[in-house]
C-alpha cells in the first residue's frame, strides 16, 4: 500500500492511538473521519452488508462519471480506513457494534434522527457501551428545527440554503450557479466535522468530559457566508456580489483576460499603493503620474477609466508573457488555473498538496492531501478499502472466534 510520504513522522500523525467508528455514507461524514485517519486515527468503516456505501453505486447509477479504474469520488472520502460490511437491522449486527463502539474514542454518524432512533444507534443507546465515547452528527439542517429529519445534500443545505448560490451569483447574468465541484461543501464541511472532534478530544483529555459534536451543511454554509451575512443584516438586504465595473470599483481588485483568452485574477485591496509599480511592469509607465489615479479616491473616482485602460493592455500579450512580466510585480495577483493545472503548481508541489497513491490493484493514483499539516509535514494518505477488506480482522479484534465469525456470515450478519 504505497503512500507518498514516510508515515513515521511524529507530527504528522497526532491521533496515533484514537479509534473512530462510523456508521456513515456519501462524501460529508466520510470525509471528516479521512482526515482523522490521515492523521493518525484508525478509522473502523461500517457498511451496508451487502452494497456498502452507497457512493460505490454512483458509478453505476448515472449520478457520476468517474471512468477509469479509480472510484475517485469514494477515494477522497475513505482513504486510510477499514471496512466491516455490517446488518445494523439485525439484532447480532447491533450487538457487533456495541461491541466495537465500547472500543472506540469517536462515533460518528451521518444518519437522521429518526433513522438512529430506529436502528438503536443514537446517543444514549452507543453510550449505554460506551460512556466516555465522543459521539458526532453530521446532518443537512441542523439537529433541531421542523427540518432536522429531512435529508440533504451539500448542493441544497450548503449551496442553495445558505445563500452561497446568490452570493456566487454574477449581477450581470441570468443564471443561478450551480456548485463548482462535487462535494464541494461537503468537504469544506467535513474539516469543519474534523476540528469539532479534536476540540472534543482536547476537551475530554483535560476534563473527562465527552461531548456531542454537531455540525451542519447549512451551519457550515452560513458560517462560510459570514461576513457577507453580517453586511447583510446590518444593512437590511439580500447580498449579492456587485458588478466589477460599478463606479467606484477598485480596478486593481478584479480579473483581466490576456491576449490567449487566459484570466489574471488581481486583489490589490490598497489600490493606488500598487497603481504606479503595476504601470511600470505593464510598460505604461505614463499612466503611473496620470493626475486621474494619484491617490485612491482619484483611482476609485476615475476606476472604469483604469479597468478601461488595464482590459486594453492586458489583451495585447499572452498568459506566459504576463507571468514573466509581473514577476517584478509586488501587488498580490494569481492566475486562473484549472484543476490540472493546479495540480502542477509549483507551489503544490513544494508542499506536498497532492499525494501519489495506489489501489488494491496496482493502479496508480493521485488524492488532494489533508489542508492541515504539522510540524511540516504533509499527512500521509493510504488508499481507500475496499468493501469489507477488514472484515475478518475487525471482527477478531473484537474477540470473537472464527467458528462465530462464519455463523455471522451464515446468517447475512456480517460479509
Avoid at 156 to 178: C, H, K, N, S, V
Avoid at 210 to 225: E, I, K, N, P, Y
Avoid at 384 to 392: I, M, R
Wanted: proline share 5%; glycine share 10%; charged share 20%.
Amino acid at each position: 500500500m504505497p503512500q507518498a510520504h514516510d508515515g513515521a513522522a511524529h507530527g504528522a500523525r497526532v491521533l496515533e492511538g484514537v479509534r473512530v467508528l462510523e456508521v456513515a455514507e456519501h462524501t460529508f461524514v466520510p470525509a471528516a473521519s479521512a482526515l482523522l485517519a490521515d492523521w493518525g486515527a484508525e478509522v473502523i468503516k461500517i457498511e451496508h452488508v451487502t452494497r456498502g456505501d452507497a457512493m460505490r453505486g454512483l458509478a453505476s447509477t448515472g449520478v457520476a462519471e468517474l471512468g477509469g479504474e479509480v472510484h475517485a469520488l469514494l477515494e477522497h472520502s475513505n482513504r486510510g480506513k477499514k471496512s466491516l460490511g455490517l446488518d445494523l437491522t439485525q439484532p447480532e449486527g447491533l450487538e457487533v457494534l456495541y461491541r466495537l463502539a465500547a472500543t472506540a474514542d469517536v462515533f460518528i454518524t451521518n444518519k437522521l434522527p429518526g433513522v438512529r432512533e430506529r436502528l438503536k444507534i443514537d446517543v444514549d443507546d452507543i453510550r449505554a457501551h460506551n460512556p466516555s465515547v465522543i459521539y458526532v452528527r453530521g446532518t443537512g439542517q441542523g439537529e433541531r428545527g421542523p427540518d432536522a429529519d429531512k435529508g440533504s445534500y451539500d448542493s441544497l443545505a450548503f449551496w442553495a440554503r445558505a445563500g452561497i448560490a446568490i452570493g456566487a451569483q454574477r449581477p450581470e447574468y441570468d443564471l443561478t450557479p450551480i456548485p463548482p465541484a462535487p462535494g464541494f461543501g461537503d468537504s469544506i464541511g467535513a474539516m469543519t466535522i474534523a476540528g469539532g472532534v479534536m476540540g472534543a478530544l482536547y476537551q475530554r483529555e483535560r476534563t473527562g468530559h465527552a461531548a456531542v459534536v454537531d455540525v451542519s451543511l447549512l451551519g457550515t454554509g452560513l458560517w462560510a457566508m459570514g461576513q457577507a451575512m453580517a453586511l447583510s443584516l446590518s444593512l437590511g438586504v439580500p447580498w449579492q456580489a456587485p458588478p466589477a465595473d460599478r463606479i467606484g470599483a477598485n480596478p486593481l481588485s478584479r480579473n483581466y483576460d490576456t491576449g490567449d483568452g487566459r484570466t489574471l485574477a488581481f486583489t490589490c485591496l490598497q489600490g493606488a499603493k500598487y497603481w504606479p509599480t503595476l504601470c511600470v511592469a505593464i510598460g505604461r509607465e505614463d499612466l503611473a503620474n496620470d493626475e486621474r489615479f494619484a491617490d485612491q479616491p482619484s483611482l476609485l473616482a476615475n476606476s472604469q477609466a483604469a479597468a478601461a485602460l488595464l482590459e486594453e493592455v492586458f489583451a495585447t500579450a499572452t498568459l506566459e508573457e504576463w507571468r514573466q512580466r509581473l514577476e517584478s510585480f509586488d501587488g498580490q495577483w494569481a492566475v486562473v488555473q484549472n484543476t490540472l493545472e493546479a495540480a502542477v503548481d509549483p507551489q503544490t508541489l513544494a508542499n506536498g498538496y497532492l499525494q501519489d497513491l495506489t489501489t488494491s490493484g496496482g493502479v496508480a493514483f493521485q488524492l488532494v492531501s489533508a489542508p492541515v499539516q504539522f510540524d511540516e509535514t504533509p499527512a500521509p494518505s493510504c488508499r481507500a478499502p475496499e468493501f469489507n477488506e477488514h472484515g475478518d480482522e475487525i471482527l477478531e479484534g473484537i474477540g470473537l472466534d472464527w467458528d462465530r465469525i462464519v455463523d455471522l456470515k451464515v446468517k447475512g450478519v456480517v460479509a
